[in-house]
T-cell receptor, first 115, second 113 residues
């Protein structure tokens, strides 16, 4: 079956522009997670969704970052007024339910470069 | 706050040699523990996870990890490295009752012919 898909795979933007990153989870997965992987660093948790609600937004780096999920499926991560330090790979994952022991299935990521 | 430490950002082994990738967590209450592998230009893939029960966990591709509470460790091993094991490996932890996965910085494994 289809895995987690993300688009675009690569995005180059100019500083100050807004970007939208899309994640399409595995069908039937109710939980969805966003992570950021910066060069030379591990993965940083950003936000997770259970259904359409995001109980924990504490991982978002600043108020320029926002995420939404509609219909319990596709999610969009939006970065407003991008800065060079936003350059990273943004990974999305989904799991059947939002439980600690559930296996998360990762997408290939969106590589964002802010010039 | 929970943290995960992976000793060694790079590990190099010869083909056929033992692979040992180290991971330690910080919390006094043992979390759930995971090892993920990331091949070039691919997403992360779960290798194995420890939740409860047997402390020696077997995963895919011949990898296994042992949870040692006394050492707060969850080291990953494979008896004999294969060229196809070359990848980046991430240890991760999730506190019981939580959903935030904390990842280590990753260890890149090189396998020499």
């Amino acid at each position: 079956g289809a895995g987690v898909s993300q688009s675009p795979s690569n995005k180059v933007t100019e500083k100050g522009k807004d970007v939208e990153l899309r994640c399409d989870p595995i069908s039937g997965h109710t939980a969805l997670y966003w992570y950021r992987q910066s060069l030379g660093q591990g993965l940083e948790f950003l936000i997770y969704f259970q259904g359409n609600s995001a109980p924990d937004k504490s991982g978002l780096p600043s108020d320029r970052f926002s995420a939404e999920r509609t219909g319990g499926s596709v999610s969009t991560l939006t970065i407003q007024r991008t800065q060079q330090e936003d350059s990273a790979v943004y990974l999305c994952a989904s799991s059947l339910v939002a439980e600690e022991v559930e296996t998360q299935y990762f997408g290939p990521g969106t590589r964002l470069l802010v010039l | 706050a929970q943290s995960v430490t992976q000793l060694g950002s790079h590990v190099s082994v010869s083909e056929g040699a033992l692979v040992l990738l180290r991971c330690n967590y910080s919390s006094s209450v043992p979390p759930y523990l995971f090892w993920y592998v990331q091949y070039p230009n691919q997403g992360l893939q779960l290798l194995l996870k420890y939740t409860t029960g047997a402390t020696l966990v077997k995963g895919i591709n011949g990898f296994e990890a042992e949870f040692k509470k006394s050492e707060t460790s969850f080291h990953l091993t494979k008896p004999s490295a294969h060229m196809s094991d070359a990848a980046e490996y991430f240890c991760a932890a999730v506190n019981t009752g939580g959903f935030k996965t904390i990842f280590g910085a990753g260890t890149r494994l090189f396998v020499k012919a």
